[in-house]
C-alpha cells in the first residue's frame, strides 16, 4: 500500500547509522553499472542484472562495456570483495535483495514522447518473481521517466504480483555526468528520494546514508518532476549562453567575458554557461524533448523549451554556414576534426554533435579526417557509410588539412602544440567549436582563429 504521503520537501543531512544492505540493480547501463558498483564501494551487496549474457560474461571477468574514469578499477576490487555479482537472473536478484533499482533505457519515440516499454517489461518481470515470502520489497525507479510513471509502475507490479505481496515504489532520480560518473555518484550535491511511504523513505536513507549527502525527501511525482526539470534548465542555460553567443559575434562582445560577468551572479552561476557547438549526449536532447510531450499531455506545453531545441539545432547551422563562409564550397576541401565524442572523457557519441557535424561535411563532399581520444571505435559505428579518415593521433589527423575543427572540449587540444599544428596544416584555420583554445595563442602560432562567441583581445593585425 502507498500507505504515507510526505507533506514537504525536506533537505537535511543524514544521520542514521550505516550497515550493508542487500540492493538489485535492473539494467547495467551507464546509469545502472556506476551506480550499482558506487553502492557495492560504499559496502552494500549488489546484484546487477542484464538480459545480454555477453555483457554480464564480460562484466564478470572485469571486462568494460563502456569507458569511465575509475569505474574499472572500482568494478575488479567489488568484485573481489564479494560485494558487486552480475547475473542475468532477474529472479535470484529480487529473492536475495530488499530494495531493486530499475536503471533501464528510456528511448524517445519519434513524436519525442518517452519509450516506456523497458520500464513496464522490467517492472512486470520484478512482479512475476515476487513472493509473499520475502517479505517487504522497494522497487526504485532511477531511470529519467515522464512524472506518474511511478505510479503506472505500482500498478503493474500489484496487477501481476498479486495483492499479498508487500512493496513499495520509489522515484530516485540520478544526476550523475558521464566522464565523472563516479566522483559525481560518490560526492552528490543532493539526493533525491520520492515516495509515498514512510517506511521506504526511511530505508532508502540508509542505502545513501554513507553517501553524506543532503537528502531531498520528497512525494513519487515531485522527485519524477525534479529530474526532467533540472535536465532542461541546465539544457536552457545552455542554449541561453548560445544563442547570446551570436549577438556577440554579430557586436563584437565576448562571450566568454559575458559569462563571467553574469556567473558571477551567485543566482545564475557560471556553470553550463560555455558557449559551443550546443548539447548532446543521450540525456539533455532526450529529456527536453520527454519534458515537453508531457507538459502538452498535462496541457500545460512548455512552450520556452521548443524554442531551447530550436537554438540548439540553429548552433550547428551557424557553424556550418560560417566554415561555407570561409570555405566557400566544402566539396573537395580537406577538413580535421578533432572530436567525435558528444563531450570529453567519454567514448559515448550519442547525439553528439560532432558526429552530426562530420556527417555533414561528408554529405557536402569534404575529405574528413577526425581524431578523437576515447571514442574512435563508438564514433565509427555511428558514422558508418561516411568515408572519414580516422587517425590515431591528433597531430597527424592535422596533415594537409585546410581548416581544423574543434568539436568536443577535450582538455588535449586545448593544450595542443599549435607550431607543430600549424607545420603540418595546408592553411592555417582553426574553427574552434568548443572554445577550448586560448585564441590569442592561436593568433601568435599564426592561426586564423575562429570560435563561438568570443573575440581574440589581440586581433591579427596586432599580433
Ligand atoms: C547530463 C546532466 O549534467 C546530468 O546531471 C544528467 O544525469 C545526465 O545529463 P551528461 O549528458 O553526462 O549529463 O553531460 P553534461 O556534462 O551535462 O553535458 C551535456 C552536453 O552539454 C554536452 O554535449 C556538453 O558538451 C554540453 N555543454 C555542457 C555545453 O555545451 N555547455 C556547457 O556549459 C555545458
Not at 553517501?211 to 545552455?238: C, G, R, Y
Not at 543521450?282 to 520556452?304: E, M, R, T, W, Y
Amino acid at each position: 500500500m502507498l500507505a504515507f504521503r510526505v507533506e514537504s520537501a525536506i533537505i537535511r543531512a543524514n544521520a542514521y547509522i550505516y550497515f550493508p544492505m542487500n540492493l538489485a540493480i535492473i539494467g547495467t547501463g551507464y546509469v545502472g553499472l556506476t551506480t550499482g558498483t558506487c553502492f557495492a564501494e560504499v559496502g552494500h551487496n549488489v546484484i546487477c542484472v542484464d538480459n545480454n549474457q555477453k555483457k554480464v560474461e564480460a562484466l564478470r571477468q572485469g571486462k568494460m562495456p563502456i569507458y569511465e574514469p575509475d569505474l574499472e578499477d572500482m568494478i575488479v576490487s567489488n568484485v573481489s570483495a564479494g560485494r558487486l555479482a552480475f547475473t542475468t537472473d532477474l529472479n535470484e536478484a529480487v529473492a536475495k535483495s530488499d530494495i531493486i533499482f530499475i536503471a533501464v533505457p528510456t528511448p524517445p519515440h519519434e513524436d519525442g514522447s518517452v519509450d516506456l516499454s523497458f520500464i513496464e517489461a522490467v517492472s512486470h518481470e520484478i512482479a512475476d518473481a515476487m513472493r509473499p515470502e520475502y517479505g517487504y520489497r522497494i522497487v526504485v525507479d532511477k531511470s529519467t521517466v515522464p512524472v506518474s510513471t511511478g505510479r503506472k509502475v505500482y500498478e503493474v507490479i500489484n496487477r501481476y504480483a498479486g495483492a499479498d505481496v508487500d512493496v513499495d515504489v520509489v522515484s530516485n532520480p540520478e544526476f550523475l555526468r558521464e566522464g565523472s560518473a563516479v566522483q559525481d555518484l560518490m560526492n552528490p550535491d543532493r539526493v533525491v528520494i520520492g515516495t509515498n511511504s514512510q517506511r521506504a523513505m526511511d530505508m532508502m536513507k540508509r542505502v545513501y546514508q554513507p553517501f553524506n549527502a543532503p537528502i531531498v525527501e520528497v512525494d513519487l511525482a515531485s522527485a519524477e518532476l525534479i529530474k526532467h526539470a533540472a535536465n532542461s534548465f541546465l539544457a536552457l542555460k545552455i542554449s541561453y549562453i548560445n544563442a547570446v553567443s551570436q549577438v556577440c559575434e554579430k557586436s563584437g562582445a565576448d562571450v566568454e567575458l559575458v559569462a563571467m560577468g553574469i556567473g558571477m551572479d551567485k543566482r545564475i552561476s557560471r556553470n553550463f554557461l560555455n558557449a559551443g557547438l550546443g548539447y548532446g549526449g543521450s540525456c539533455f536532447p532526450k529529456d527536453v524533448k520527454g519534458f515537453i510531450n508531457i507538459s502538452h499531455q498535462l496541457g500545460a506545453p512548455l512552450h520556452l523549451l521548443e524554442e531551447v531545441e530550436r537554438i540548439n539545432a540553429r548552433q550547428l547551422d551557424h557553424f556550418m554556414d560560417r566554415l561555407r563562409e570561409k570555405l566557400w564550397v566544402l566539396r573537395n576541401k580537406r577538413i580535421a576534426v578533432w572530436g567525435i565524442a558528444f563531450k570529453q572523457n567519454t567514448d559515448d557519441v550519442r547525439e553528439s554533435v560532432a558526429v552530426k557535424l562530420i556527417r555533414r561535411l561528408c554529405e557536402e563532399g569534404a575529405i574528413v579526417s577526425a581524431y578523437d581520444p576515447k571514442a574512435m571505435e563508438t564514433g565509427a559505428k555511428a558514422l558508418e557509410g561516411c568515408e572519414v579518415n580516422y587517425c590515431d593521433d591528433m597531430y597527424e589527423c592535422t596533415r594537409d588539412a585546410e581548416v581544423l575543427v574543434v568539436a568536443t572540449e577535450w582538455k588535449q587540444f586545448a593544450n595542443a602544440n599549435l607550431q607543430r599544428v600549424r607545420e603540418l596544416m595546408k592553411l592555417p584555420i582553426i574553427f574552434d567549436g568548443r572554445n577550448v583554445m586560448h585564441g590569442d595563442n592561436a593568433t601568435h602560432a599564426g592561426f586564423e582563429y575562429h570560435s563561438i562567441g568570443r573575440k581574440s583581445l589581440y586581433p591579427k593585425e596586432q599580433a
